[in-house]
């Protein structure tokens, strides 16, 4: 069904509340998963407040306050204390821009956390602050290395940022086959998975979700794929935690900022982004195919029209039980 | 033909000598091409000799001496003057590794320059200097984007390297879907292309390396991989370099380095990385499947077994052409 952005933005923030999230921090939490909402990234939007909600309200959940370890000029680890990670990131992101926008560069890691969200939001973040960034999770090892079939490393998202003339330039991808969040979602709608992106736990190719959850989902990529998975989960491990987190919990995020004008005119620098991502949409197709596009167009594009139209579309089973999860809260979408 | 380790280093050395590089420059490009041999990169070898005389014998070509701008505690623009990569490269990754072993951090660029050759050989570096390091390297557009017939970036290495109690972790890869050195190498053994590597000027498929010289070759990796060689032509044009650098000249190379003890004990994450690969290894191979491996570990091998055996392989053409241009040189391989 389809529900206008700022009913979506109503359940999402409640649902955050209704597990033990203060005010501020759903409305955190929810500029982040609205965003994967616009830009089309469902899995990691309503469904994910779900995810979220399932795991905050379990027994054995607990969090500690977000603090901040081994500080310098240039870096910082934060503790999150097993917060989520749309929380910790954002203040991971926060004092990795304010450091590099102070000192030129910065490296900031987020430890003792899960679901980090999209990179690009934080790449985003940064871009606008005229910083270049290179942002890496690792997570729990449910994906595969090219030429195995047991998880060793997790869906491992990485990101580059770029300041613009324009708009930023961003890439961001995760480097399994398929996003863990798409697996979560296809067993929660009963779908078959498609083919070569999973194992079972005997190590035979299947389109299982639940199987795949319990196996391994494959690497993208190849060698070349599996290769980058391995140094994002090395990356991770830089935050002081295990090289492979356990059973969703435990994640690293580094985060490393910094100006170009340490090295050249920023205006210059900035000019040439915008003229590089026109060189790249300016490219002859393939006969017959689609004009070339640069990483992020269709997120921005996706996101341009969903506010247009103020429509999100959420699956009947996601959006019944966010109602369900927030029957008790005062209000109501406005 | 197979020649001794010391006679290809002798062969190499000599024909720099030849190409106006003095002693101690042609000891240092050896040191990159011989490894690329012993690797079983050959593609960058004593072939890249070859194509590194050809270009420096040329009237047009002129360079200047490095010189360094821009410097900061944390940074430097060096500046190539159109000398040849492997010393330019060398000499960014020696400031790169000084300044983040002082000050925690660094980011380095080489502007100006031209074939930096194996970025891992500059992680190596890094690493066994106990610094994380991530380079990349613009080049000329001769790939095309995901999508796309028309070459906007260059064959775009980039490197992640970790430091460890065992052997250093490096992931180096680029991003085309064959690398140039492999097509020139081609061309020059009169030998057709795999299927799906590269695009004729006229946007048409085609397997012949002087038509994919003329028109571009394959971008590696789909969208992702396209992104990702996106990404490495905006790092490296951070180097005050146009986005696009024209017809093999003025690359830049962008060396990132940090100490992992910015954010935690340096020995913990040694061993974290050198027990992380060795859990990578020990993956459960697909069925019927070789070993995982992990990113370096046949490079690795390959070294080992080429020192023991002190034996390179040269294809014959490019042996007799070497022969030929160090033919007046004083000594011969010893």
Same mark, same amino acid.
């Given at each position: 069904m389809k529900v206008t952005v700022s009913e979506a933005r109503w359940l999402v923030e409640n649902t955050m509340r209704a597990c033990n999230h203060? /005010?501020?921090?759903?409305?955190?939490?929810?500029?982040?998963?609205?965003? !994967?909402?616009?830009?089309?990234?469902?899995?990691?939007?309503?469904?994910?407040?779900? @995810?979220?909600?399932?795991?905050?309200?379990?027994?054995?959940?607990?969090?500690?306050?977000?603090s901040i370890s081994h500080e310098t000029p240039l870096s910082a680890l934060v503790d999150g204390g097993n917060t989520i990670g749309y929380l910790v990131g954002l203040r991971a992101a926060e004092i990795a821009i304010e450091k590099a926008s102070e000192h030129g560069m910065s490296v900031v890691g987020a430890r003792d956390t899960w679901h980090t969200g999209m990179l690009s939001f934080?790449?985003?973040?940064?871009?606008?602050?005229?910083?270049?960034?290179?942002?890496?999770? *690792?997570?729990?090892? *449910?994906?595969?290395?090219?030429?195995?079939?047991?998880?060793?490393?997790?869906? *491992?998202?990485? @990101?580059?940022?770029?300041?613009?003339?324009?708009?930023?330039?961003?890439?961001?991808?995760?480097?399994?086959?398929?996003?863990?969040?798409?697996?979560?979602?296809?067993?929660?709608?009963?779908?078959?998975?498609?083919? $070569?992106?999973?194992?079972?736990?005997?190590?035979?190719p299947t389109r299982n979700p639940e199987q795949a959850l319990k196996g391994a989902i494959a690497a993208w990529g190849g060698h070349r794929g599996s290769g980058l998975a391995i140094a994002v989960q090395l990356l991770g491990a830089m935050c002081a935690m295990p090289?492979?987190?356990?059973?969703?919990?435990?994640?690293? !995020?580094?985060?490393?900022?910094?100006?170009?004008?340490?090295?050249?005119?920023?205006?210059d620098y900035k000019a040439e982004v915008a003229g590089? /991502?026109?060189?790249?949409?300016?490219?002859?197709?393939?006969?017959? $195919?689609?004009?070339?596009?640069?990483?992020?167009?269709? @997120?921005?594009?996706?996101?341009?029209? !969903?506010?247009?139209?103020?429509?999100i579309e959420v699956p009947d089973l996601v959006h019944e039980r966010l109602v369900e999860i927030t029957a008790d809260m005062g209000g109501g979408p406005s």
């Open positions: 203060d /005010a501020a921090e759903s409305v955190a939490i929810a500029d982040h998963l609205i965003d !994967c909402e616009l830009r089309g990234l469902s899995y990691g939007g309503l469904p994910r407040a779900l @995810s979220v909600f399932e795991r905050t309200t379990k027994p054995s959940y607990g969090r500690k306050p977000i934080y790449a985003e973040m940064a871009a606008k602050r005229d910083l270049v960034s290179m942002i890496a999770s *690792n997570a729990s090892p *449910n994906v595969a290395p090219h030429g195995g079939v047991e998880g060793r490393f997790g869906t *491992n998202p990485v @990101s580059f940022g770029f300041p613009s003339t324009g708009d930023p330039v961003i890439w961001d991808i995760g480097t399994s086959a398929i996003m863990h969040g798409e697996v979560l979602l296809a067993g929660r709608l009963g779908q078959e998975l498609p083919d $070569g992106m999973a194992y079972d736990p005997d190590g035979q090289a492979m987190p356990k059973d969703m919990f435990g994640y690293g !995020c580094l985060f490393v900022m910094m100006r170009p004008d340490l090295l050249m005119s920023m205006e590089y /991502a026109e060189d790249i949409r300016s490219t002859r197709p393939i006969e017959g $195919g689609p004009p070339v596009r640069m990483p992020f167009d269709r @997120s921005a594009a996706e996101r341009r029209r !969903c506010l247009a139209e103020d429509a």
